[in-house]
T-cell receptor, first 112, second 111 residues
Framework: NAGVTQTPKFQVLKTGQSMTLQCAQD?????MSWYRQDPGMGLRLIHY???????DQGEVPNGYNVSRSTTEDFPLRLLSAAPSQTSVYFC???????????FGPGTRLTVL | KQEVTQIPAALSVPEGENLVLNCSFT??????LQWFRQDPGKGLTSLLL???SQREQTSGRLNASLDKSSGRSTLYIAASQPGDSATYLC??????????WGAGTKLIIKP
């Protein structure tokens, strides 16, 4: 199993550009989530999904969209990038909301 | 609002020592607590998960305890090795099924 995969690993955007961060898992997990990690802070939840076709907002959803058309994929879209979105983004999956979380390697995003 | 704190932010110890990392949380209404390890430039790896009804979990040289009433958890690492150097994070699953994270403790084991 590949586990949780994320692409790209690094990305530089200009303010106002849009892009999609990809996340996929091959463990048949129902629960998937997106976090951002900023220096000196804990991870913060952006969006999550409890199954295909179901998504919900986390703590910091503004500026981001998600969709969950399949169990395997959970892409995160930045609509109009801002410097405040410079961060490391992690995708995670688990068998349920209370299960052990499996993380992807992260995407390091810089917005100029 | 649930808050999770990890003290100290950084810790450096000689190889071979036993050590304890601390995690505290403000609201005892949690479903579980997890400890993770993060290596530089990498994702997070789940080390131990303690359900709210449990007092401790063990995996190899790692032992995690949970005292829900006092809002505290400790991660005990026995016979530390340079390969244990990493950032250790704890996270609690709160009453809304949201994971609330501490900022982590950066651990350096000196050979």
């Amino acid at each position: 199993n590949a586990g949780v995969t994320q692409t790209p690993k690094f990305q530089v955007l200009k303010t106002g550009q849009s892009m999609t961060l990809q996340c996929a898992q091959d463990m048949n997990h129902e629960y998937m989530s997106w976090y951002r990690q900023d220096p000196g802070m804990g991870l913060r939840l952006i969006h999550y999904s409890v199954g295909a076709g179901i998504t919900d907002q986390g703590e910091v959803p503004n500026g981001y969209n998600v969709s969950r058309s399949t169990t395997e994929d959970f892409p995160l879209r930045l609509l109009s990038a801002a410097p405040s979105q410079t961060s490391v983004y992690f995708c995670a999956s688990s068998t349920g909301t209370s299960g052990r979380q499996f993380f992807g390697p992260g995407t390091r995003l810089t917005v100029l | 609002k649930q808050e999770v704190t990890q003290i100290p932010a950084a810790l450096s110890v000689p190889e071979g020592e036993n050590l304890v990392l601390n995690c505290s949380f403000t609201d005892s209404a949690i479903y579980n607590l997890q400890w993770f390890r993060q290596d530089p430039g990498k994702g997070l790896t789940s080390l131990l998960l303690i359900q709210s009804s449990q007092r401790e979990q063990t995996s190899g040289r790692l032992n995690a305890s949970l005292d829900k009433s006092s809002g505290r958890s400790t991660l005990y690492i026995a016979a530390s090795q340079p390969g244990d150097s990493a950032t250790y994070l704890c996270a609690v699953l709160d009453s809304n099924y949201q994971l609330i994270w501490g900022a982590g403790t950066k651990l350096i084991i000196k050979p």
